[in-house]
């Protein structure tokens, strides 16, 4: 090897070569320690002759055999599986950690779930029950239970706390229950029809009511109020009384005439 200068990448891959050989030399010295006797004589019949890597420093030809006969494995450590297990769903670039899948244990990045607000929609118990039919068992009795948070009625904090689910994780779960989107809507529409059915009767009886109270009064206003219209008047002789008879009603007055 000439004394050149070298330029800025070749020193870098002339550190990457070093901190390889080095890795390697641990890896092998690890393995050897398991090695049986048999196994290190054999070893030690091959000639250990330096080898020029042409990278500024010497392997032994001992590590290079090595290196073809050993898989080296690389030990997965805690950090590797934990980053992993979060891998985003949506734009598959890991992430550490992120407000979806801290709530909803649903693994998308916080810059996805910026990006797409409505796919990441969050949804009140009432409305997700009412949109996709679901019960309240169908949230917590199925497994896994769906996650929510909790937060207060912005309406009117003293009706209490509002429960809010992810609108994707609830329609998952909707198509779990209904199988498909068009039995949903079946279901709605029928449940619909139904309310307007259970409508339409309350307001026929309600209906009902009111003209039988308005005949009701009329009636009563009729016979009470209404000013006799009387027809021809006629004289008792035995009685000495004179009266008439009202024409819609029927009703007699009498009098004397004096
Ligand atoms: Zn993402
Ligand atoms: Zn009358």
Redesign the pocket.
């Known amino acids: 090897v000439g004394c050149k200068l070298l330029s800025a990448a070749q020193k870098a891959q002339i550190e990457r070569n070093r901190q390889k050989a080095l890795l390697l030399r641990q890896s092998r010295l690890s393995a050897k320690s398991f090695q049986t006797k048999e196994e290190k004589k054999h070893l030690m019949k091959v000639p250990a002759k330096e080898i020029d890597t042409g990278a500024g420093f010497f392997l032994d030809e001992e590590d290079e055999l090595d290196l073809k006969n050993q898989h080296v494995e690389y030990v997965k450590g805690p950090a590797m599986t934990y980053s992993k297990d979060l891998l985003c769903e949506d734009c598959g670039q890991m992430f550490v950690e992120s407000y979806l899948h801290e709530h909803f244990k649903k693994r998308v990045c916080n810059k996805c779930r910026e990006n797409h607000e409505d796919k990441y929609n969050l949804i009140t118990k009432t409305d997700a029950k009412n949109k996709y039919l679901l019960k309240d068992a169908d949230f917590d009795k199925r497994e896994p239970a769906l996650k929510f948070i909790v937060r207060k009625n912005p309406h009117n904090p003293r009706w209490g706390d509002m429960k809010l689910y992810l609108e994707s994780q609830v329609s998952e779960r909707a198509l779990e229950v209904w199988e498909s989107e068009e039995n949903i809507e079946q279901a709605k529409d029928q449940k619909c029809e139904k309310q307007n059915k259970m409508k339409k009767k309350k307001f026929e009886k309600k209906m009902k009511e009111l003209r039988m109270t308005v005949r009701g009064s009329l009636w009563r206003k009729?016979?009470t109020m209404?000013?006799?219209?009387?027809g021809e008047e006629t004289y008792d002789e035995e009685e000495e009384t004179y009266s008439k008879t009202?024409?819609?009603?029927?009703?007699v007055m009498s009098y004397e005439k004096m």
């Not at 209404?226 to 009387?230: F, I, Q």
């Open positions: 009729q016979t209404h000013e006799h219209t009387y009202c024409t819609t009603c029927s009703h």
